[in-house]
């Protein structure tokens, strides 16, 4: 694993050991020597240049610098016979000089010559000194590397040794990710691995293997790091390479993702992508337990007593004959008490509903008309999870914000009622909740839908901002999760134990101190001892310096640090001829973010009969038909049977548009499961 950790603060001027202040002394001498060799100006040349090459971490300038001294000794040896003329007429000249070495064997001359002797081997000193410059370079990769070092010195440039060398492989990383494959091993490729000991790499690709992906995925980090690419991600490689079913629950509400998951269910194959809340979802599938179940997730209740009351009141309206309520209209007219009075005449519920206090029923049927208001029909259209290779779930633009909370749990309730009914078992699914906070608030008992699908074939990705940003869930969905992947985020710290610990060691030096007040000393002993112990594999300060799109996946007590691929849509052939312009889509208003769409009787009509037609069969008599108590829902619109993942990948101008009415469904709708509880998903 890289540790990019942090370089220490460097400390003040302490002492030093006497072995460094022996090294120092020995190094002095050396320098005095190099200055009367090769002079003071290439002494001076060089030492600025050690400084230039110093300051440089890569190493680059110091391969310059080697360059360039070995070209000025290729001119020495060019220009060497000049050179060695020089030098014999210097020996020649400074040769009384040895007088003052070896007196028996050579006279020395007297004081009073000398400064005629020095002013005459002058000009071949200056000439030698002048040539010596060229070696410059290589001096001062001698005086660099001779530097005298202080163990800090040197652990300091080890750690800047290892961030050089992680920086050069997320390089090299970023520039393999635009190249990434769809697959390696026959897992979706997530990107490029950097380091650590999660083996599911395949050759040079990082993988997510679907067994892991089926097993939930909790996908933290702050905000622009890369979550909803890495998801993205995801989502294509569950769609191309394991041929899910993928939806995306966009929690944020951001038109920009909508339109990039589109791309990316296209570039996977997917033709048709069914987007909420352009065409509107058909939430009322399953029997009354599970609609039940779904209205329950709808709103929180402080009061048991208020919680107790709705429940019945609900439960009697969607057990009331003829059946289940089969739109958000025919619920709201069953929660007026006289209405459900005429439904249950005759039956032995109507005695539980006299019971009830007016006033109370109507305060909660006034909760669910102002949900069900907000929403225009948005639940009363016609696809659903199980008609859609892939789908988009947008939550936006409800009036109020606890409103776009109830209603991703009322959808995250019908996925679980999908899952385990609707669903062929064999079927895999994924969703991705991205940024699941935002309707985790209140108690969305996300955990226990986790612990349940993940039985079934489905895979749930959540993303969230931070670990405490999942709520009071937290460590229960966490528990259910299969793997984690860390962007950059400011609270890894709870979640890294989860990579796992490894053995490191300590190496300790002991030191005395000689001296006293000021005069204190430190001595190194030469004794030392090796401590081993037990330390996060990541660091945290690693996660909380992640750059955008670089990632910690941790799974099984492993970990490994990766570079995530982007998606990248089809290239177009060059040779294609352009398409004409399409003639403009009429603009379409969705239902969720502008005033509802007016619908005239012929198609409130054509829509009834549409519901009629989807209803299960009614054993039980005509039963009156309600006053219309909410706006109706949106014309939904006709569309072509929606292709499976798998053929060849179309066009993305092919596909069906990702904003105004997407295509609706064909698929068969299913028989409603009768008599299954959905306590026993
Ligand atoms: N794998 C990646 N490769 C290259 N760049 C990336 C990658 N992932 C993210 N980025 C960059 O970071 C930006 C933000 O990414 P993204 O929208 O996924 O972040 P986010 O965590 O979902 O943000 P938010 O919390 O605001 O939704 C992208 O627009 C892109 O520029
Ligand atoms: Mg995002």
Redesign the pocket.
Known sequence: MSTLAPLPPRPTRRPLAPQTIQEQQSRLVSLALLLILTGPGALMLAGLLAAFVQADRTQRRARWCALLGLAGLGVIAFRWGHLGATLASLTRTTQPLLGYLQPSLITPPPPAALPALFAQSWPDVRHFWLTMLLLAPLLALYLQNTRVKTAEDRERERLARDTARAQRALQRA?HQ?ATAPDAAGGSLVL?VPLGGDLAWSHGAWFTYPAANLGRHLVLI??????????SK?LAYGAARTYGWRVFYLDC?G?EA?AAEFTTAMHTAGIAHVAHFPSTTYDGWRGDSTAILNRLLAVLDYTEPYYRDMTKLLLSLAVDAPPGPPRSSEELLARLRLEHLLTLYRGHPEAQELTGLRKEDAQAAANRYRSFFRALRGGLDGRWAFEDVAAGYLLLKGLELRDQTASLGRYLLEDFAHYVAVRKPPDERVLLII??FPAIAVGGANAATLFEMVRFRGAGVIV?A?SYAGMGSDADRILGAAGGVIL?QCADPERLLPRAGLQVSFQRRISVAERGMGRGVKEYALGEGSLAVQDSLKIHPDMVKRLQ??ECVVIAGGAAQHI????VRPPRRSPRRSPRPPRPAAPPVTPPLITDGIALDDATRQRCRTVAARRMPPRSSPAVPSPPPEAPAAPTPDPAPPPPRAGGPTPPPEAAAPISGPAAPPSLPRPADPGGSDIAEY
């Open positions: 970023q990710c990107g980090g702050a905000s622009n790091t890369g979550k909803t690419e890495t991600r944020k951001d993702t991205d940024e993303t901002q962007h955008p799109g570079r995530v691929s982007r």
